[in-house]
């Protein structure tokens, strides 16, 4: 059975950093492509970063130069490192890990909440 848990999330002011991490259990991430996504109140869930088993990074416009994405293949484990945080980066964030193109497993969130 897999089971993904955030943690790491939190109130945060603006300019701001956070370091949400991602276990996984019952799944390799590192034989998958793996990846964090947000939904703000209202909006529909995006994809904020991801990367591939080849370690091919990929993010959000909004994002780029802000956040890292990175995983320990020891522990098992993904991070978001989200730096010079803004109000607009408030939004329940997920992980999630694709196997193949069919499946897909999400973690249950962690709110982040930039404000001052």
């Known amino acids: 059975q897999v089971h993904l848990v955030e943690s790491g999330g939190g109130l945060v002011q603006p300019g701001g950093s956070l370091r949400l991490s991602c276990a996984a259990s019952?799944?390799?991430?590192?034989?998958?492509?793996v990846g964090w996504y947000r939904q703000a109140p209202g909006k529909q869930r995006e994809l904020v970063a991801s990367i591939t088993s080849g370690g091919i990074t990929n993010y959000a416009d909004s994002v780029k130069g802000r956040f890292t994405i990175s995983r320990d293949s020891i522990k098992n484990t993904m991070y978001l490192q989200m730096n010079s945080l803004k109000p607009e980066d408030t939004a329940v964030y997920y992980c999630k890990v694709a196997v193949g193109t069919i499946l897909s497993y999400w973690g249950r969130g962690t709110q982040v909440t930039v404000s001052s």
């Open positions: 019952g799944i390799i991430f590192s034989a998958n492509v």
